[in-house]
Every structure is written in structure tokens, then in C-alpha cells.
């Protein structure tokens, strides 16, 4: 394999694109260890170096759907001697997750900065930092709801501002779905049921959040 940086983005770019959207963490991880195995280089190099590929993939657009910089990848951590241990985390670039969810947050939180003051923009930016703390405390084993919990927010929010026009199956089905990931963090603190009750109002005057199962 060569070591340069072009023929290591494209590499990975390949593998990533023929890889499954819910294995890329893995198929990430992975490269990294052959990385450091075929390249002679260290784990704190490795870390940098696709950092950096990461990065300019990214912002060229060149792995959309992939990775993006959000929280972290879950499995090893690389020590600056190139060995690693289990069940810690490998920070690459701007935290490795899915750059999916990045983009649908970053577009959820560019129509709402749009929306004039008042109460309705107040709501909708509890709504948006309650799911942000919602994704970052995800257990382990929901972490692969991370896209459904965005996808919901974005129905909400583009309903609320006109972006997309009411439809409210899909937005109780939104909010159902918000209700339930809140109830998979411990401790969760915010009030996900009103924000989205007074939103949902908004639209329809008798609405009611459903509830989650």
C-alpha cells in the first residue's frame, strides 16, 4: 500500500464507499490499524495523519453520508508506540462519527438561526440542544439510532418554520420518536414532551404529543 497522504485518502475513501453506512466506524478503525501496521507509523501519527484525509474528504464532499466531526468512534485508542487498547475511543480529526447526522444537524440549526425572535425560535433551539445531548449520551446500544434521532428532528423543525408543509402523521411519529430516545439517556434532563407539544400547537391547535411506548 502506499503511504502518501493522496493514495491513503483515496484508500479509504474506496473502502468506505463500498463499505455498509452502519460499519464505517469499524471500516475507519480498521484502516487506521493497517495504517500503522503497513506504514511503519505510529498510532499518535496515524491519529493526525487521518485527521487530517478525514477533514479534507469532508469539506471537498467526498465522503457525504460517512464520517463527519461529531463525538467519537467507540473501540481503540492508539498510544504513541502504535499498540492499542481495547474499549476506549480513537479521535480522529474532529471525532469520527457520521457525517449524515452532522449534515442534517448542521441544516437543522441553520433554519432555525433563519427564524425571527420570539417564542417559536426559543422552542426550537431547546428542541435542537435537548437531541444534541440526547446523541451524545446515547448508550452504546442505540447508537445506531443516532441518524433515525436526526432524521426526527428535522421533521419537526422543518414543519415549524414552513420549510416543509405540515403533515402531522409524520410529525407525531417525529415526536414519538424524540420522546423514546430521551427515555434512552439516564438522567436526561430536558423537557422534550412540552417543546414538542407547544410546537406541535403551533400547527394544530388541539395537538397532543403521543406517547412514547
Known amino acids: 500500500m502506499d503511504c502518501s497522504e493522496a493514495s491513503l485518502m ?20 480498521e484502516f487506521a490499524r493497517t495504517v500503522v501496521a503497513v506504514c511503519g507509523k505510529s498510532g499518535e501519527e496515524t491519529v493526525v495523519l487521518l485527521g487530517t484525509i ?19 468512534v467507540e473501540g481503540h485508542k492508539f498510544q504513541g508506540d502504535g499498540t492499542m487498547i481495547d474499549d476506549h475511543s480513537i479521535h480522529v480529526g474532529r471525532d ?7 449534515q442534517t444537524l448542521t441544516n437543522c440549526n441553520n433554519i432555525i438561526q433563519q427564524q425571527p425572535e420570539g417564542e417559536k425560535k426559543n422552542l426550537l433551539e431547546q428542541l ?10 446515547l448508550p452504546s446500544d442505540k447508537k445506531d439510532k ?6 426526527y ?12 408543509p405540515p403533515n402531522r402523521p409524520f410529525y407525531s411519529i417525529s415526536a414519538k420518536g424524540l420522546l423514546e430516545a430521551s427515555k434512552w439517556v439516564k438522567d436526561f434532563a430536558g423537557n ?13 391547535s388541539d395537538f397532543v404529543p403521543p406517547k412514547p411506548e
Not at 475513501?13 to 471500516?27: E, K, N, P, S, Y
Not at 422534550?192 to 394544530?204: A, E, R, S, V, Y
Open 146 to 151: 443516532e441518524s433515525e434521532i436526526a432524521d
Open 128 to 137: 435542537q440542544a435537548d437531541v444534541r445531548t440526547i446523541l451524545d449520551k
Open 192 to 204: 422534550i414532551f412540552g417543546t414538542i407539544g407547544q410546537l406541535g400547537k403551533m400547527l394544530w
Open 10 to 29: 483515496k484508500e479509504l475513501q474506496r473502502r468506505l464507499f463500498l463499505g455498509r453506512h452502519d460499519q464505517h466506524q469499524a471500516t475507519v478503525k
Open 96 to 102: 469520527v462519527v457520521n457525517s449524515q447526522v452532522g
Open 54 to 72: 478525514c477533514d479534507q474528504m469532508f469539506e471537498a464532499g467526498r465522503i457525504k453520508g460517512t464520517v463527519y466531526g461529531g463525538d467519537h
Open 153 to 164: 428532528l428535522k421533521t419537526v423543525v422543518e414543519q415549524s418554520t414552513g420549510k416543509a
